[in-house]
């Protein structure tokens, strides 16, 4: 997976930001293993980028009662593994 940065956004509070940027074909072309939804072509993470965005929107669709504790949790464990990151960290 590449960590390809596609386009710059501007935020006030943090200045230029370096975005990635997934078409529509591009998201077609992606294996089913490229995203943390169980059983769902949701969240993709094939890119740190959009793995750090998985991992907001997740925690934001728990909160909203919109997908279980267990889900969540499969979505982080994937994401967090695009990031490097290790198990309870």
């Known amino acids: 997976m590449k960590d390809t940065l596609k386009y710059t956004e501007y935020s006030p509070y943090l200045g230029e930001i370096k975005m990635a940027k ?6 077609k072309k992606l294996p089913k293993s490229a995203f943390a939804m169980p059983g ?31 889900t969540k949790s499969k979505i982080d464990a994937k994401a967090n593994k695009v990031l490097g990151k290790k198990k309870g960290k």
Do not use: Q, Y
């Open 40 to 70: 769902s072509r949701k969240f993709p993470v094939e890119d740190k980028a959009h793995a750090r965005n998985a991992l907001a929107r997740a925690s934001e669709m728990e909160h909203k009662g919109k997908i279980s504790e267990s």
């Open 22 to 27: 997934l078409t529509e074909k591009d998201r």
